[in-house]
């Protein structure tokens, strides 16, 4: 199919054309008061074709009708058709590469395991978490996932690239609630290309110390102090200095390390990684959305930046290789643009423990609010927070209605030990990370 897409777009005047063909089959199951209350299965199948005409314009179209004698000649036309009132760009290139290859990544049928196997594991999940601790008030949802995804690219530079992988995942939400204080939320999950492999208990546990360990939450002083972040928080702000670190934003002027390539941008021990094939990453994959193959980019090392994220457009505009960064975040129905695949904090060698010992006094960070208003340009920031107090190095009282603030320089430039508990969310990951300081508004 996809050798036919090439054959019709070469017959327009076109420079180079890819097309992809995806099929991805989910399931999602929800539980809650041992009933279930969503079960659905989808299977989203379809083709997107990326045409490039002759003077540099981009046409795309997708289609999920891959049936009938001239549904591939009409997508292909359709492309051609939205590429007419685009400007031309001498940048919109195929990456240069031409592989051929095949890999089936999936290390389980996860469809062999029964869809009454999965309900049961949650309400196991939820029963768990109920009878871990009596201040549990009640369990908002348990869930489990699974998608099963397969994927062809192939262009006209002689490149065709087939990849299939599938992965599950569980996550439970539940509130506490004790007398004469407020009610506290807390979540946790897991993500495992098995499903013998995620962890109920773990899971079960985490949700329920998260949710009890913030009851009678107070604000702490006013002052610059010492703040260890938890993994999860600390992966959030990667998140944020990952999209500074993408070309296009740099390109646009969307970037505050716009023109600091080579310079030093944040402490010594900071080593940021981006790689597509990363064993433990979420988003592990053989090659990125343009068909580049796999590639582990230094971002940060030593605390100079190295890279920053690249597709074929970018880097052809840059004078530049590209990092293997071009992602479809609508799969078949997107274009590629640049994205983290497998994006994290090389971890050190204490772990979280060692690393709120070295604190003294400060801030324990476990949640925080209002990340998306970070400014990519000032890197100014002022952020909601909750977590416990660190008292002579020990975890004391729990924390909320807090603000931290500063600036994405300042901390970067601050961090003073870096953990080794690194845990993925999402494409992002990170460990648990000292601040040596900053300024912490409460009471």
Request: hydrophobic share 40%; glycine share 10%; with cysteine.
């Amino acid at each position: 199919m996809l050798e036919q897409v090439l054959d019709l777009a070469k017959k327009k005047p076109v420079a180079g054309a890819d097309a992809v063909l995806a099929d991805d089959v989910s399931l999602s199951i929800q539980v809650a008061d041992k009933k279930v209350e969503a079960l659905e299965m989808a299977e989203d199948i379809g083709l997107g074709v990326r045409l490039i005409t002759d003077d540099g314009r981009v046409g795309f179209s997708y289609t999920t009708a891959l049936d009938g004698d001239d549904a591939l000649g009409r997508v292909v036309e359709m492309a051609w058709q939205n590429a007419q009132p685009i400007a031309p760009d001498e940048h919109n290139v195929l990456p240069g590469e031409q592989a051929v290859s095949q890999h089936d990544w999936a290390k389980e049928d996860l469809a062999a395991t029964s869809t009454e196997k999965k309900v049961e594991f949650c309400k196991q999940l939820e029963q768990k978490v109920l009878s871990g601790d009596a201040r549990i008030s009640m369990v908002e949802r348990a869930s489990y996932g699974e998608s099963r995804s397969r994927i062809a690219i192939a262009n006209t530079r002689g490149l065709f690239r087939t990849f299939s992988t599938a992965y599950c995942s569980c996550s439970v939400e539940a509130v506490a609630a004790q007398e004469g204080v407020d009610s506290e939320f807390g979540s946790e999950f897991d993500v495992s290309q098995q499903f013998g492999g995620l962890r109920l208990d773990w899971v079960a546990e985490r949700c329920v110390q998260r949710a009890v360990g913030a009851l009678g939450g107070k604000p702490c002083a006013t002052r610059p102090m010492p703040v260890v972040l938890d993994n999860r928080v600390a992966a959030s702000f990667l998140r944020v200095i990952g999209g500074i670190l993408m070309a296009d934003r740099v390109i646009k002027g969307k970037s505050m390390f716009a023109g600091e390539m080579g310079k030093r941008i944040a402490a010594e021990n900071l080593v940021v990684i981006d790689q597509n094939d990363l064993d433990e990453g979420i988003n592990r994959a053989p090659f990125d959305g343009e068909g580049t193959s796999a590639k582990k980019t230094r971002l940060v090392e030593g605390g100079v930046l190295r890279s920053f994220l690249h597709n074929a457009y970018t880097a052809h505009r840059m004078g530049t290789q590209t990092t293997g960064n071009a992602g479809r975040h609508g799969g078949f129905k997107s274009v590629p643009e640049i994205v983290a695949t497998n994006c994290y904090i090389e971890p050190g060698e204490p772990d979280q423990d060692g690393l709120i010992d070295k604190a003294g006094n400060g801030l324990f960070v476990t949640d925080v609010m209002g990340m998306h208003t970070i400014d990519a340009i000032s890197g100014d920031f002022s952020i909601g927070a909750s977590g416990r107090a660190i008292e002579e190095g020990r975890l004391a009282a729990p924390v909320r209605g807090v603000t931290v603030a500063g600036n994405i320089r300042e901390f970067l430039n601050d961090i003073a030990l870096i953990g080794s508990d690194l845990r993925f969310f999402g494409p992002y990951g990170a460990p648990s990370l000292l601040i040596s300081e900053m300024p912490v508004a409460g009471a």
